[in-house]
């Protein structure tokens, strides 16, 4: 049986001390339904971050898990930014940003839901908004690049770290596997909120895959890439 060695060490995030809706907050802002019943959802914020390389904007039904991105924005590094979402099929799902910095280093931001607000600067977010275009009506729309798990993910230092805030009342056990699906090791009832893997684990760089189950249930099947500075 293959010993797991495992790393003690903070959970890696960024933070900033500005105000209200500056990033890595943001609003999420219901300005009403269409003709059609289909609310306009207005995500949207202020940047004071020197350098950004990405910020896609996620959307999902629950809070933790099954996040879609809905764009990437052309321009991350823009004072004032947002996205109109008109095609949301409800007023009330999850809203969460995927920022990546200039050196590499990323974060996801706490999700939010709508809250609703037809005051003058919504409308005017809304305006600025406008101005950026819908990728998913385009037919050759750029793919958004790699987003990481929210649950296992590679940290600033190399190491592969394990998310799991609410680890103490569930029932997780993880399964890796290389890229071709090959299994190299699982690790069964996980009960620790962060969790830091030793490189040596996974033999060699590259790209591993992995399964997330809660009990038996499947929550999330995704993958991470380590660097060769091992």
């Known amino acids: 049986m293959r010993r797991i060695l ?72 823009a004072k004032m930014n947002g996205f109109a979402d008109k095609r949301a099929p409800n007023d009330h799902m999850f809203y969460r940003l995927f920022i990546v910095r200039g050196n590499g280093q990323y974060l996801f931001s706490v999700p939010k839901r709508p809250s609703n607000d037809t005051s003058k600067v919504a409308t005017l977010m809304e305006t600025v908004v406008a101005k950026q275009p819908d990728f998913r009506d385009q037919k050759e729309a750029k793919k958004p690049d790699f987003v990481p798990s929210f649950y296992v993910y590679t940290n600033k230092d190399g190491y ?34 962060g969790l830091t893997l030793d490189k040596t684990n996974f033999l060699h760089a590259g790209w591993f895959n992995f399964e997330l189950y809660n009990d038996e249930k499947l929550v999330e099947r995704h993958k991470f890439y380590l660097g060769r500075e091992f």
Do not use: M
Not at 171 to 186: A, C, G, P, R, T
């Open 160 to 193: 592969v770290f394990i998310n799991l805030p609410d680890a103490e009342k569930q029932k997780y056990h993880i399964k890796f596997f290389e890229e071709d699906n090959s299994f190299l090791f699982e690790i069964k009832n996980v009960r620790q909120r």
């Open 6 to 77: 495992l790393l003690l060490g903070p959970l890696f995030c960024l933070s900033v001390a500005f105000g209200q809706d500056t990033l890595p907050k943001f609003s999420v802002r219901n300005l009403g339904f269409d003709r059609d019943g289909n609310p306009s959802i207005v995500i949207s914020w202020i940047n004071k971050y020197d350098s950004l390389n990405q910020i896609s904007i996620q959307t999902s039904h629950d809070s933790l898990k099954n996040y879609r991105t809905l764009i990437s924005l052309t321009d991350p590094n």
